[in-house]
């Protein structure tokens, strides 16, 4: 397959490129993934480059079709090629796995949907610095619920109590009664022990992220040396060291690992620390408890510094790894957790285990700073967002801190959702155990509430959705005025439209739901400070509806968070076992993972840092070899990668391509969530930059639509929405009733191949189709953003402009 695609490299090499006429498409399929074949049309397809992960496919027939110049001239259209990623997010059955660091993902996306910017170069750095101390916060939320269930729960608590130890014989051993004062029965011992669940999990992640920072963050972009007219991209994606977070990311999994060992370390020792401190207590082990504490709180100092010091590195391709930092940093919060748990486990006569675990007042502190940092970052955004306003993004900047905030609460519930049902599972029917911290229990009844507010909100949607179908009627007659009515058929296009419009009102969900999550999880954080008891036994003493709704939102948020654990187990287990399914899972991760890790080095890797090379690479090598022309071909999530691509490329090859978006969600859900990347500038700045651009979408495409550049620059781009369907009722070229395709099947419409022409004929082979100057009524295409690269200087701005086919 190599030698095959040697050929076709080659084959163009010895003719003069004017003389070739070499015409190529290259298409990048969309969410969910899809098979060479069903993209090629073909069931004959070979590989010509790339692996089992990701590659290109030509159809057997075409491998070397540029040795074949005759054969070119009877083509009806280019050489097609198939680019296919979908194994980069739904590869095989350890990918379900990724479902277990979701908030992570949610994290980390909040780093990238900051408002865009320009002279606010100190403001987008603390920006950037708070959404990674929030990641931090996440990390050291889930080993902190793991200590909660095995050190708290099982070690401290069950195995400390005679009922508890007895109802659950594997932890007999631990018990000092079952096992008649065992050497394992010890306090500090059972912590000792039970530290190592959490911290397994810790090593977990860390090899995780290991692995797929070999595999995504070490491919080399390729190299662009300046050119004389190069201007730059309005946009952070067209630096050479976009996607290159290799740096970051490894020094990121030093801070994380090392966090979440400090944590459990301070987990196991807290309880020794505080018994040595009293009245009477060994002077030698007290003293080295607060030699411990102090070298914890200046390892967690040490982490901060750490993770706070660096961002990104962008304008360049930063090669460099920190080595000494990410070895030395893990490294040494493993000896001090070592340390910590010889410390804990030593002989103490007369310790005894009761009631909760000291330092569970962590969770309510842990509560309290992400709620700050989300403030702080709402602030900083709206300052961002008012120095250089964009209407179209969403809820005006403050997306990013309402994702960063449904990350936190996503974090506490899935932590609390742990603790409560292993402390019901541990405990039976009885009330033995203390139970988890009473904060978790607030947070857990804090969720029928939430519940309720989504279900009216989703019943406003709905109620605006029926409305917008009645509205819609009218406008599908308008458009199909020579073809017979059929109110079903007319109703069933309406309701297809109304629906994809919907997609635009997401803003407004995340925004109350956000907003509904801040005051009822302050509530929570204040009811469990002020009252130090559950809802239930709070409320008790009250009138009897208030008492009879807190215990009811208590069991009922307890049952909820059991059941929705439950119901991801078993999709994360199915999705292990099922291919499609796997898929689907797949389909979340196209979108949540196509930014790259600048927030948390746990999160799910970013494909796009493997999917964009590739994707530029191929353009770049194709057209110098073949002097060609070449027309990349995207639908829904594979146009993002093409622009990505495309911004990649040296000015002088990016003006040799022609990009044909379709189903792209490029202005709809990326210029409006992530403003400073996708806004109204970085696109007019593609416009600019490309030889020629054309964009296809429905009404009926909740996903897909149109670009909206300003002036007479959007007609230069998108073209009127297509039908959808292809026809009203039975005709003769559809003899049988034509389906409402939504956000699929582009290619069927005859508008795509008529576009694809356009773009080949504006085209002209070998040499680059000629710039002419901007049209002052296409606005400005400068770059909007200030970007956080460390390296200093200004971002890169707009490029020269030019009209479009």
């Known amino acids: 397959m190599e030698r095959a695609q040697e050929r076709a490299s080659a084959g163009g090499s010895d003719r003069p490129a004017d003389d070739t006429g070499a015409a190529l498409e290259l298409l990048v399929h969309g969410v969910g993934g899809t098979t060479p074949q069903d993209m090629l049309n073909d069931p004959r397809t070979e590989r010509i480059t790339g692996d089992g992960i990701a590659a290109v496919y030509r159809r057997a027939d075409d491998v070397d079709a540029e040795n074949r110049p005759d054969d070119g001239r009877r083509r009806d259209g280019p050489v097609p090629e198939a680019y296919v990623w979908c194994n980069l997010t739904s590869g095989n059955g350890t990918r379900a796995l990724w479902l277990l660091l979701l908030p992570f993902m949610v994290v980390n996306l909040a780093h990238w949907m900051r408002p865009a910017a320009r002279g606010r170069r100190r403001t987008v750095r603390l920006y950037g610095l708070l959404v990674r101390l929030a990641g931090l916060t996440l990390t050291v939320l889930l080993v902190a619920a793991v200590c909660e269930v095995a050190l708290d729960l099982a070690a401290w608590q069950c195995a400390g109590t005679r009922a508890c130890s007895e109802r659950n014989s594997w932890l007999g051993f631990l018990s000092p009664t079952v096992s008649h004062g065992g050497w394992w029965s010890r306090p500090g ?220 609460a996503l974090g506490g519930v899935m932590s609390g959702g742990v603790a409560q049902r292993v402390s019901d599972w541990l405990d039976g029917t009885g009330s033995h155990l203390a139970g988890p911290p009473v904060l978790l229990t607030w947070q ?90 559950t809802p239930g036994e709070a409320a008790h003493g009250t009138y009897g509806i208030l008492h009879g709704a807190a215990e009811t939102a208590e069991a009922l948020g307890s049952w909820l968070i059991g059941f929705g654990f439950i119901l991801f187990v078993t999709w994360g287990r199915r999705a292990y076992k099922d291919a499609s399914a796997r898929r689907t899972i797949g389909i979340l991760w196209d979108v949540g993972t196509f930014w790259p890790r600048a927030a948390h080095p746990f999160a799910p890797p970013c ?39 495309a911004w990649q490329l040296q000015p002088s090859a990016r003006r040799r391509v022609a990009l044909l978006t379709y189903g792209s969600p490029l202005e709809r859900l990326y210029g409006r969530w992530f403003p400073a990347h996708f806004g109204p500038a970085a696109l007019l700045s593609l416009h600019h930059d490309v030889d020629c651009w054309r964009n296809l979408y429905r009404l009926t495409d909740p996903i897909g639509g149109p670009v909206r550049l300003p002036g007479d620059c959007g007609p230069e781009v998108d073209r009127e929405p297509l039908k959808d369907p292809l026809a009203y009722g039975r005709t003769e070229l559809h003899p049988l009733p034509a389906p409402i395709l939504g956000h699929s099947d582009y290619q069927a419409d005859p508008a795509f191949a008529e576009e694809r022409r356009r773009l080949l004929a504006r085209l002209r082979p070998g040499v680059p189709a000629p710039r002419h100057p901007r049209r002052p009524d296409c606005g400005p295409a400068d770059g909007p953003s200030d970007g956080e690269d460390q390296d200093g200087g200004p971002p890169p701005q707009g490029s020269s402009g030019r009209s479009s086919a």
């Not at 966090?259 to 003293?287: F, K, N, Q, S, Y």
């Not at 010889?342 to 009631?355: D, N």
């Not at 857990?444 to 605006?464: C, D, F, Q, Y």
């Open 189 to 408: 011992r059972r912590l000792a022990l039970a530290a190592l669940v959490p911290a397994a999990l810790t090593g977990l992640l860390w090899y995780l992220s290991l692995r797929t920072w070999r595999a995504y963050e070490s491919q080399q972009p390729i190299a662009r040396a300046p050119e004389a007219d190069e201007d730059g991209a309005g946009t952070a994606l067209g630096r050479p060291g976009f996607w290159y977070g290799r740096r970051l990311v490894a020094r990121l999994r030093a801070a994380h690992t090392a966090a979440g060992l400090l944590t459990i370390a301070a987990a196991a020792g807290t309880a020794a620390v505080r018994h040595d401190r009293e009245p009477g207590g060994p002077a030698l082990l007290e003293t080295l408890g607060l030699l411990l504490a102090a070298a914890l709180v200046a390892g967690a100092a040490a982490v901060v510094w750490v993770v706070c010091r660096r961002g990104r590195t962008e304008k360049r391709l930063d090669r460099d790894l920190d080595a000494h930092l990410v070895r030395r940093l893990p490294l040494a919060a493993l000896a001090l957790l070592a340390l910590t748990l010889v410390y804990a486990g030593w002989e103490r006569p007369g310790w005894e285990s009761a009631g909760r675990l000291p330092g569970d007042a962590a969770f309510g502190a842990l509560t309290l700073v992400q709620g700050l940092i989300v403030v702080v970052l709402a602030v900083v955004a709206r300052v961002l967002h008012r120095a250089h306003p964009d209407p179209r993004a969403a809820l005006r900047g403050l997306g990013g801190p309402a994702v960063a905030l449904l990350a936190c």
């Open 444 to 533: 857990a009844s804090v969720i029928p509430p939430l519940l309720v507010v989504l279900l009216v909100l989703v019943g406003v949607l709905g109620r605006r959705g029926w409305r917008l179908a009645r509205a819609e009627r009218a406008a599908v007659e308008r458009d199909y005025p020579d073809e017979a009515g059929d109110p079903g058929r007319t109703r069933r296009i309406a309701s297809a439209r109304a629906m994809a419009a919907l997609t635009d009102r997401a803003p407004l969900l995340l925004g109350v739901t956000s907003a509904a999550t801040l005051l009822l999880g302050a509530g929570a954080l204040v009811g469990a400070l002020v009252t130090e008891e």
């Open 607 to 645: 494909y796009a840092e493997r999917a964009v090379p590739d994707l530029t690479w191929r353009m770049a090598t194709w057209t110098r070899v073949t002097g060609g022309r070449l027309v990349i071909s995207g639908h829904s999530q594979g146009s993002v990668l093409a622009a990505a691509a």
